[in-house]
């Protein structure tokens, strides 16, 4: 066998062995931050080689994880990776309902250039502890960290370092780290760096120092109301790394909460049960009669309808509004249609200065002045215009002998005395 086989046997024996991967045991302590990072690393033995040597980790791999025979997660456990070439975490706060109940997580890791597939269990045996709960816990709002960032080791740690200067207890762990956006809050605009925001829970053994308390004080308060920044001693030993939202600060103190006892149904296992075959419904089934239905959806409109017409009908033809609107009606469309008959058969006049000028009073017809040169007469003009006045003035009165009845000795007297 020579070299080049020794070696891809060695890769697939490599490979056999990587795929089979034990199960990963961690062991959280419950009331306390639990942080698992998922290395890309760890699963690059899991594909083939990248085809570039020494690219082998900029392979896009993500992951999905879900609880052993469920398609997500606990409740309690989160899972964020920003993009496929960086490390996914899982990360959540366990109750002591979850102590000695092993959690079992299925890792699934997607290789998005070949497509394949790479899977291991995390069992996680949460243990219990006399320190839970801590009985003073402190909710910070830290408006320049995104949640992955918060989750780094050395960040967390440099975190609790400076809460532990300003508060000075014997025992300090961080609880339970939210991402704004879980909360309500809005993606930030991709500008200027803008991060999400992140709250970050802390418990202590002993009472909130006076630092911590001088939010509540009124001047802080009237501050926060009016959206302005409290004056806060301490808060120069955070402002070198961690911007926090002092109005958004939570002190509670357990001890004097009063618990709120729900009752709730015993939970059961998620299956239904059993309840034998299905019997579809019988074939023998009663038709229905739609006459009824066909009734009160058509014939009821129709016959409102009706009255409505009914009522229309006798208002406008047997009363004597109706009756008097109908004959106006018909008279004045009757005139219409005559004074357009007449438009149609009339002919294109000559210009009103090379027409006769025909005198209403005496009757006498004056022949046009300056026959050849119709442009340098003026007062014909004018007696011509008046004329046709008086002519149109006449067919108006006429029309309106129509419509409304005038007498005939009104109508002359009207159109002699203009």
């Known amino acids: 066998m020579d070299s080049m086989g020794v070696f891809v046997w060695l890769i697939l024996v490599i490979t056999i062995i990587s795929r089979s991967h034990a199960d990963r045991n961690v062991y959280p302590s419950a009331g306390v931050l639990f942080v698992h990072v998922l290395e890309r690393e760890y699963f690059k033995g899991e594909f083939?080689?990248?085809?570039?040597?020494?690219?082998?980790?900029?392979?896009?791999?993500t992951f999905n994880t879900n609880l052993k025979g469920y398609p997500d997660r606990p409740g309690w456990l989160r899972y964020i990776q920003r993009t496929p070439h960086s490390d996914g975490v899982l990360y959540g706060s366990p109750t002591a309902e979850h102590v000695g109940k092993p959690t079992i997580i299925e890792i699934t890791a997607y290789n998005r250039r070949t497509f394949e597939t790479a899977r291991h269990n995390?069992?996680?045996?949460?243990?219990?502890t006399e320190e839970f709960p801590l009985p003073y816990q402190a909710e910070f709002y830290i408006k320049n960290m995104n949640v992955e960032e918060m989750l780094a080791s050395e960040v967390?740690?440099?975190f609790l370092g400076a809460v532990k200067n300003v508060w000075q207890p014997e025992r300090l762990n961080?609880?339970?780290?939210t991402s704004a956006l879980d909360r309500g809050g809005r993606v930030p605009l991709p500008i200027n760096n803008l991060k999400e925001g992140v709250y970050?829970?802390?418990g202590a053994d002993v009472p909130f120092s006076s630092c911590l308390r001088e939010v509540e004080t009124p001047q802080n308060q009237l501050r926060c109301s009016q959206e302005m920044e409290p004056v806060i001693t301490c808060d120069k030993k955070f402002r070198m790394q961690f911007h926090i939202d002092w109005c958004k600060i939570s002190l509670v103190d357990i001890t004097k909460v009063v618990p709120v006892h729900n009752s709730r149904p015993d939970p059961g296992t998620g299956v239904l049960p059993d309840i034998g075959e299905y019997n579809p419904p019988s074939e023998s089934l009663k038709?229905?009669?739609y006459f009824a239905d066909f009734l009160v959806t058509l014939a009821v409109p129709c016959a409102v309808a009706l009255v409505l017409f009914v009522i229309l009908g006798y208002s406008m033809c047997c009363r004597r509004e109706g009756v008097i609107q109908l004959v106006h009606h018909s008279s004045i469309q009757k005139s219409?249609?005559?004074?357009?008959?007449?438009?149609?058969?009339r002919e294109i006049s000559w210009p009103l200065s090379t027409l006769p000028v025909f005198n209403p009073v005496s009757g006498e017809v004056v022949p046009p002045i300056h026959p050849d040169s119709y442009e340098?007469?003026?007062?014909?003009?004018?007696?011509?215009?008046?004329?046709?006045?008086?002519?149109?003035?006449?067919?108006?009165l006429m029309f309106l002998e129509m419509v409304n009845g005038i007498p005939e000795e009104r109508k002359v007297a009207e159109a002699l005395n203009l």
């Open 48 to 61: 083939p080689p990248y085809p570039k040597p020494g690219d082998t980790s900029n392979d896009p791999i």
């Open 122 to 128: 995390l069992v996680i045996n949460i243990m219990g």
């Open 156 to 158: 967390l740690g440099d």
């Open 174 to 177: 961080a609880i339970n780290i």
């Open 200 to 202: 970050v829970m802390v």
């Open 287 to 289: 038709s229905r009669d």
């Open 336 to 345: 219409t249609k005559e004074l357009r008959s007449m438009s149609k058969h």
């Open 376 to 396: 340098s007469t003026s007062m014909p003009l004018m007696q011509t215009q008046t004329w046709h006045y008086a002519t149109v003035k006449f067919a108006a």
